[in-house]
């Protein structure tokens, strides 16, 4: 038999080690892992050259807009974005336009991410205005639900708790986890409008309102409600120290709740707004540094399940807005998360390990990603190879993103992604792309 490509002299991370290895890829799988000498014929051959292989890393959580939001990012540049990053697979997020929260609007986004992604991609949807659309979302495979707890984006009146349970109870029998962002728009708009009112429309004022209180009293919420249902509900971006205490305590008792942290959420913190004004605008916000530190702590401890980069680009017009209410919210992710993480695995804050349980192997158990997270004999060839000796500076002009800021921008890093495989095709190679629209593979939910 000839397969398609065998890729020799790795350091792959397999089963919790890293182990010198050949792999032989056909068919967009992985056919073969081990010693050279066993390795069958192929077309191709790459000599890896003693590079690490890591997992094809997944993030769960990635706005890549598209449609009438392209202008700040499309299926291309955004999935570009992501195999510059190391990352094969993302889950793109329903605040669209229009927003993901139908059968229809998820098919058809599909239809058009289809045509131009690098990278294997699925879909979250927001929740429908009538219930009964539930199932058909699901049928027509998106991987998960998203709320969005700041402010009506769904068809689901979030000021209803009897609305969210009832949609709640729908999901549970449908088997399929809501990720939710948690921060209480009640309470709010409330602080907004009272700042609004005393003409207070700088960076302190919005981090007053969104305060520590905002995010847990959403995830205390969300608690009750996961709780009565049952439903699988994953926390995204956790900012606070006592937001994951909440957390942590639902899972001391057994709940079934995942969360998620964000590199800027532990690597910035409040004083890094004065060196960058608005552009570093993220909801939850960047907050005092014991918030970080409790974060790492967590990830320390096996609180926090998984990291994500929640790339949301904009333009940096919308980024500069006077009025501080105004400015658009999210940084560019794509690009500088792994090379982040990797720098803090120099540091010895990370394993190799944490990367990939945090960043493949958790991902995908948690959004049930068959096939995938972990390098084995039958898995799909997605594949991160990474250079730990690279050192280098972040440079936010050069990125694939449509939007070339970061509040990492000329940071020194050290470790980088420089091959990409997804389904077995090479897609990045040392920062180039090498792959035609349409490479990467829409990802739908399993049928149960
Ligand atoms: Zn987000």
Redesign the pocket.
């Known amino acids: 038999m000839i397969v398609d490509l065998v890729l020799s002299n790795a350091k792959a991370y397999l089963k919790k080690e890293i182990v010198d290895c050949s792999l032989a890829i056909d068919d967009g799988k992985i056919l073969k892992i081990g010693k050279e000498a066993i390795m069958p014929k192929a077309q191709a051959k790459t000599d890896l050259k003693n590079l690490l292989v890591l997992p094809g890393l997944i993030d769960a959580?990635v706005?890549l807009r598209g449609q009438e939001k392209a202008y700040k990012e499309d299926f291309y540049s955004g999935t570009a974005a992501a195999a510059a990053g190391g990352i094969t697979t993302v889950l793109d997020?329903p605040n669209n336009d229009p927003v993901t929260m139908s059968a229809e609007t998820l098919r058809n986004r599909m239809a058009e991410a289809k045509k131009k992604v690098l990278v294997n991609v699925g879909f979250y949807s927001e929740f429908p205005r009538n219930v009964e659309e539930i199932a058909k979302i699901v049928e027509e495979g998106a991987v998960a639900f998203k709320l969005f707890m700041t402010e009506q984006v769904g068809g689901l009146n979030i000021d209803d708790d009897r609305a969210l349970v009832e949609a709640f109870k729908i999901i549970s029998g449908l088997k399929i986890s809501v990720a939710v962002?948690a921060e209480d728009k009640t309470m709010l708009k409330k602080a907004e409008d009272e700042f609004k009112r005393a003409n207070r429309n700088g960076i302190e004022a919005f981090l007053k309102a969104h305060s520590e209180n905002v995010e847990v009293k959403a995830i205390r919420r969300l608690l009750s409600i996961a709780e009565q249902t049952n439903v699988h509900t994953h926390f995204?971006?956790v900012s606070t120290e006592n937001g994951l205490k909440a957390i942590v305590d639902g899972k001391k008792s057994e709940m079934p709740i995942t969360c998620e942290a964000t590199p800027h959420h532990l690597l910035l913190s409040v004083d890094d707004l004065k060196r960058t004004g608005t552009l570093a605008l993220t909801v939850p916000p960047v907050r005092e540094k014991h918030h970080s530190t409790a974060l790492w702590d967590g990830i320390k401890k096996g609180w926090i399940d998984i990291l994500a980069s929640?790339h949301?680009p904009h333009i940096l017009q919308e980024k500069k807005a006077k009025v501080v209410w105004d400015v658009k919210v999210?940084i560019p992710n794509l690009e500088t998360t792994l090379p982040l993480l990797l720098t803090e695995v120099k540091r010895g804050r990370l394993s190799i390990a944490d990367v990939a349980r945090l960043m493949a192997e958790k991902p995908a158990e948690i959004f049930k990603l068959k096939s995938r997270g972990y390098l084995k004999e039958g898995n799909n060839a997605d594949l991160t190879v990474v250079d730990l000796n690279r050192k280098y500076k972040i440079e936010a002009s050069k990125f694939h993103s449509k939007a070339k800021y970061s509040p990492f921008d000329q940071w020194t890093v050290e470790g980088k992604p420089v091959k990409t495989f997804v389904n077995g095709q090479l897609i990045m190679d040392e920062g180039e792309i090498v792959a035609k629209l349409g490479s990467g593979k829409i990802i739908r939910r399993e049928k149960l």
């Open positions: 959580h706005h997020m962002h995204c971006h929640d949301a999210g």
